[in-house]
């Protein structure tokens, strides 16, 4: 099975504010373009009279970006000119045994190497200096998972998991404009985390079921944007645990259900922060979720979206008012055929006012506001071998 993916993004931002009092503005645009090759094999077969299925295989991905940049504030400007390279490699395999008629073994080992090539240019247009910077780095990390499943009763079952996870930083989190010439910085490094889950799945009727599983997150090196340093930083031990609930019923053929929700509670461990609850992380969560088959192929998804109050980015010390919450619907028409999907969507359908995003800079709080209501389309192809 093979899987070939573009995307090309070119966002825009324009920002106005204050900082300490100075008034200022920044600018930006930037260009990226990913490339991923995803091939991957499937093996299912009877080992020892036991099922199995074993999955392995390879990721690769490719990313280019161009940013540009100018900041003004109080008669100084600035602008950074940036040109990044990300590539990074993975290899997998998970197997899947049922080791008794009602019990099933899961094991995975994933390994990922990355390696980042920055090549920037800061142009000072108030002292008429340039400065340049070329970087490289590399890393490197290994993820892996184990889980046991009883199947007390046909579908339905009782599961536990273990896994460790790990997030690189992404390219823009590297880079540190302020104060200037600005640079990379090489301390920042990759997140991981040891996840523990456990949790049932019950079936009232083979077309109605419900979840749910409790969890337990604990992260090393949380990556965070510090307001103080104007730089992204590690957090030293972070701590996400909660309730997750999830509901599915098929109504009749052709319109089907689903609902989710999920508690969560984030808070430091340790350090300056201790016992803070993690900013943009909200404690409640929700979607439901109405799926119409139309026709064959033709599909008709309407989903309602609520999200909690969250404290703002950069705001660890839980000084400022919370982010609002919000709630939003959403459609997709999507229709499929030999491979091809054709879909059109519309996102925010009722042009609710909200933001995701908010964050705390210069002592000051800053919400972006969300797109009104709007539509997009396209097309995906998928070919297998």
Known sequence: HWELSFRKRKPSEHYEGESFGVPFTFDSKRDSDTIGVTPRYILEKTIWGKRNKFITGLDYYLTGLELESDYFSSGYQTMDSIDFKRRSWGIYANDEISIHKNFVLTMGIRHEGCKYEFDSTNTDITFGTVSSTRDEIR??????????????????????????????????????????????????????????????????????????????????????????????????????????????????????????????????????????????????????????????????????????????????????????????????????????????AGNNLLNKEYSAYGVVYGGESYFYPSPERNFIGGFSYIYQM
């Open 139 to 344: 890393e490197g990390e290994n993820a892996y998972n184990a889980g046991l499943t009883f199947l007390y009763r046909e579908k339905s079952s009782i599961f536990t998991r273990y896994s460790r996870s790990f997030r690189f930083p992404l390219a823009d989190e590297y880079f540190v404009f302020y104060p200037p010439p600005g640079g990379i910085n090489r301390e920042l490094r990759a997140q991981t985390g040891d996840n523990y889950e456990i949790g049932v799945t019950h079936y009232f009727t083979p077309d109605i079921d419900l979840g749910l599983t409790l969890f337990l997150m604990n992260l090393d090196d949380e990556i965070f944007f510090n307001p103080f340093t104007y730089a992204n930083e590690n957090y030293d031990k972070t701590r996400h645990q909660g309730i997750e609930l999830s509901f599915h019923a098929k109504i009749f053929e052709g319109l089907d259900i689903d609902a989710n929700y999920s508690f969560t509670s984030s808070k430091f461990r340790g350090g300056e922060f201790d016992g803070n609850v993690i900013p943009a992380v909200p404690r409640h969560k929700g979607s439901i979720g109405i799926l119409f088959t139309l026709i064959p192929n033709l599909v008709l998804n309407v989903s309602g979206s609520y999200v909690g109050k969250s404290y703002l980015i950069s705001d660890q010390q839980n000084q400022f008012p919370k982010l609002d919450d919000y709630t939003t619907v959403d459609a997709r028409l999507s229709n499929t055929w030999k491979g091809l999907t054709a879909f059109i």
